[in-house]
């Protein structure tokens, strides 16, 4: 009998995967695995990083957008209700930049009146008549603000919601992709997709579960999972001064979300609500639902 390749073993795997007896190790050797055969798809890609680098992670999509996200929060705290453009954080500039690139168009069309490369344009425009501040800080050093720079401001300051990366379905979706390209099932899978939409979405939950994100040096923020509006979801949460020094301030916001009840995949070791956060260590456990890890006695 000849040896099993390592493609036959991946496609096996996925066999069993969706068969009578689950086996959640096949699921991190078939990310381990799609990570470097993605097609381009960046949740699978992401997903299997998440499982290589468990600890902390410093790039990929959700890094990013937790970056973006935080950072424009944090600036929204410093800049207060009453914003005085002589005097703004060091990282004005940047941050709005960044924020502006997160809006969707038809925000940044809506609020501004503008087509978006026109709100763009207008905005870099405004953003190079800032420089240093004696401070630290930033502070407008060239004319002065024009009212079409004022609203595309206002605009870029006032949204910067949290975004949900990807979904469980994004995930299902590309997670069959990269099997079928990868010539691990026939056809496009349609008839695993229910089978295989609440594994793969608890196995997300299982991977970024309590991974740090570096956001900045010396400023990180922790995803944990947990319930949104009663079903599984993975939460991002942080903490910064709002002035320095000053108090410090707690943010929180889902970056994984899943349609998937969380009452119907959770087993009595795990909390389920409309919003709870897990702190402890989970897996999918034998019965095919997520549970407590539970240490063994010594």
């Known amino acids: 009998m000849r040896p099993m390749s390592r493609h036959d073993e991946i496609r096996s795997r996925l066999l069993r995967l969706?068969?009578?007896?689950?086996?959640?190790?096949?699921?991190?050797h078939l990310f381990l695995w799609l990570r470097e055969r993605a097609f381009g798809s960046a949740a699978i890609r992401e997903i299997g990083d998440f499982v290589a680098h468990a600890d902390e992670r410093e790039k990929?999509?959700?890094?990013?957008?937790?970056?973006?996200?935080?950072?424009?929060a944090r600036l929204m705290h410093r800049l207060g209700p009453n914003i005085d453009l002589l005097s703004v954080p060091a990282d004005f500039a940047a941050v709005l930049s960044r924020n502006f690139d997160?809006?969707?168009?038809?925000?940044?069309?809506?609020?501004?009146?503008?087509?978006?490369?026109?709100?763009?344009?207008?905005?870099?425009?405004?953003?190079?008549?800032?420089?240093p501040a004696p401070d630290g800080g930033a502070t407008l050093v060239h004319g002065s603000v024009m009212p079409p720079e004022i609203g595309v401001l206002q605009c870029v300051l006032r949204y910067y919601n949290a975004r949900a990366?990807?979904?469980?379905?994004?995930?299902t979706r590309d997670f069959l992709m990269a099997a079928q390209k990868n010539k691990l099932i026939e056809g496009r899978g349609d008839q695993f997709k229910e089978k295989l939409k609440p594994l793969l979405a608890m196995f997300t939950l299982q991977a970024m579960h309590r991974t740090t994100i570096l956001l900045e040096r010396q400023w990180r923020a922790t995803l944990n999972a947990g319930t949104h509006q009663g079903e599984l979801a993975v939460f991002a949460s942080t903490v910064f001064e709002a002035q320095?020094?000053?108090?410090?301030?707690?943010?929180?916001?889902?970056?994984?979300?899943?349609?998937?009840p969380a009452r119907e995949w959770c087993d009595a070791a795990l909390d389920v609500g409309e919003y709870v956060v897990w702190d402890k260590p989970i897996e999918i456990g034998p019965k095919g639902k997520l549970t407590a890890l539970i240490l063994p006695e010594t």
């Not at 990929?60 to 424009?72: C, Q, S």
């Not at 990366?165 to 995930?171: I, M, R, S």
């Open 165 to 171: 990366v990807f979904t469980a379905d994004h995930v």
């Open 102 to 131: 997160r809006l969707p168009r038809e925000v940044t069309s809506r609020e501004t009146g503008m087509k978006p490369k026109e709100a763009r344009r207008i905005l870099d425009a405004l953003l190079s008549k800032f420089g």
């Open 244 to 260: 320095r020094p000053g108090p410090r301030h707690g943010i929180q916001a889902p970056i994984f979300t899943t349609g998937i």
């Open 60 to 72: 990929g999509p959700v890094t990013t957008e937790l970056r973006d996200f935080f950072l424009h």
């Open 18 to 28: 969706v068969g009578p007896q689950l086996h959640a190790v096949d699921l991190t």
